[in-house]
């Protein structure tokens, strides 16, 4: 982990153990990302695994990535042509299997930032059904630049800009029914969730909707409180 004025930077093979006890990633603010690398499997896998597999594996059901996505994230490619840095939206769209990750930069959230991450699996080391991710920051009591991500309703992780629209300048002090209700809409609306041995598309459907209704409830409950 290295230390930049606005952004952390993560090395491609720093574990997911690590990630979890780091207190640099503490220290930032940056605590969903040790609780995103903390969720997945158990101790020994998580001893082994590092970020950049973890990314470059780019399925739909990574833990890691819908945080990283919602926080901003940029990575480095490296290949024969160089080194050039994108989004991490853009390389999970389109990964580029020529090249290697070399680093994740993910931003420093400010004093008004908030996220939030909740994930069901049917067991407490299996992978994901469907996670989702939330970062927002709160101008007062108006929601600003929300960021929405869902893991396990499409081939890859997804971000949910139907969602995002759904919460942009609503005001949690006029209570939180109508916006649960939009955001619920939303998602109905976006996600087309498959049906397979994990489960049926509208169990997934059910899911997610729950899960996102759970982050968007963490991100603001220490405000309305």
């Known amino acids: 982990v290295r230390e930049e004025a606005d952004a952390l930077v993560l090395g491609p093979t720093i574990t997911l153990q690590s990630m979890a006890d780091s207190a640099d990633l503490e220290a930032a603010g940056l605590s969903v990302l040790q609780q995103a690398a903390g969720a997945i499997g158990s101790r020994p896998i998580r001893s082994l ?8 594996s780019n399925k739909s059901c990574s833990d890691l990535i819908p945080p990283l996505l919602v926080l901003g994230t940029t990575i480095t490619l490296t290949s ?14 389109a990964p580029d299997r020529n090249a290697l990750i070399a680093a994740a930069k993910v931003p420093k959230p400010d004093a008004s930032a908030r996220a939030a ?41 997804i971000r949910v800009s139907e969602a995002e629209k759904a919460l942009e300048g609503a005001d949690i ?44 409830l963490a991100c603001v409950a220490e405000d309305r409180s």
Do not use: F, M, W
Request: overall charge negative; some cysteine; hydrophobic content about 45%.
């Open 49 to 56: 695994a590092t970020l950049g597999g973890n990314i470059a």
């Open 80 to 93: 024969e042509d160089g080194d050039r840095d994108l989004p991490l939206d853009e390389y999970v769209a």
């Open 117 to 157: 991450l909740e994930r069901y699996s049917r067991s407490a080391n299996d992978l994901a059904l469907i996670n989702s991710a939330l970062a927002l920051r709160l101008d007062g009591t108006t929601i600003r630049e929300p960021r929405l991500a869902l893991g396990g309703v499409a081939a890859t992780v």
């Open 173 to 216: 002090a006029h209570g939180l029914d109508a916006l649960q209700d939009g955001l619920a809409e939303a998602i109905l609306a976006a996600i087309h969730p498959i049906d397979d041995t994990r489960g049926s598309a509208a169990y997934k459907t059910d899911i997610a909707v729950e899960l996102c209704r759970r982050t968007l």
